[in-house]
């Protein structure tokens, strides 16, 4: 089993909405990670977490803020978001950080800003 | 810079026919090569992996070549079905420091699979 769920699937919100995605794993991984990908371009890599730490934060703006619960669950606070913030949010999970893992990727968060 | 590139934005193969999709690197870190399948408005799927140490691997119709001293990945599928359309991302995984890993995803190249 390698799934990756996410939900909501859809989210509409205006610019001084809070809202939050939320993405699950049970297949034991302990990385997870959050990317954003726009129409017709390739998954950016936004945040990792590793061990439930935060390992790397792309210089993302303080608008998102992630969050790990626990191993299964990894949260992205959203806060007074732009237009421009509309995409595709991905989640995914690797068994951990290192040489030779593959990412699994859930089906995303499809968010537009309003 | 792009240190992944997909230089085929899109593909068009019968079916039955053989896909080859290409993808070229310039990072020398890169030490271990994905490639994802993806449909519109859904997440990557992962179909194919292959470490830096090999050259090959094959599992059921598709295949990955790895030729690093042309630093150049190729994904094979044989015999290509309409199933098979989508877009596919080359991805490259490399050391980003503190134990880290990142991928580092291609444009993608949509194949069509005519009937």
């Known amino acids: 089993d390698t799934e990756v769920t996410q939900t909501p699937k859809h989210l509409v919100m205006g610019m001084t909405n809070k809202k939050s995605l939320k993405c699950e794993q049970h297949?034991?991984?302990?990385?997870m990670y959050w990317y954003k990908q726009k129409a017709k371009k390739p998954p950016e890599l936004m945040f990792v977490y590793s061990y439930e730490k935060l390992s790397i934060n792309e210089s993302v703006p303080s608008r998102f803020s992630p969050e790990c619960p626990n191993s299964s669950l990894l949260n992205l606070h959203l806060h007074a978001l732009q237009p421009e913030d509309s995409a595709l949010y991905l989640c995914?999970?690797?068994?951990?950080?290192?040489?030779?893992?593959?990412?699994?990727f859930g089906p995303g968060t499809r968010l537009l800003v309003l | 810079d792009q240190q992944v590139k997909q230089n085929s934005p899109s593909l068009s193969v019968q079916e039955g026919r053989i896909s080859i999709l290409n993808c070229d690197y310039t990072?020398?870190?890169?030490?271990?090569f994905l490639w994802y399948k993806k449909y519109p408005a859904e997440g990557p799927t992962f179909l194919i992996s292959i470490s830096s140490i090999k050259d090959k691997n094959e599992d059921g119709r598709f295949t990955v070549f790895l030729n690093k001293s042309a630093k150049h990945l190729s994904l094979h599928i044989v015999p290509s079905q309409p199933g098979d359309s989508a877009v596919y991302f080359c991805?490259?995984?490399?050391?980003?420091?503190?134990?880290?890993?990142?991928?580092?995803f291609g444009k993608g190249t949509k194949l069509s699979v005519i009937p």
């Open positions: 990072n020398s870190m890169f030490d271990y």
């Open positions: 991805a490259a995984s490399a050391p980003s420091g503190a134990g880290s890993y990142q991928l580092t």
């Open positions: 297949m034991g991984h302990r990385a």
């Open positions: 995914a999970s690797s068994p951990r950080q290192g040489q030779g893992v593959t990412q699994y």
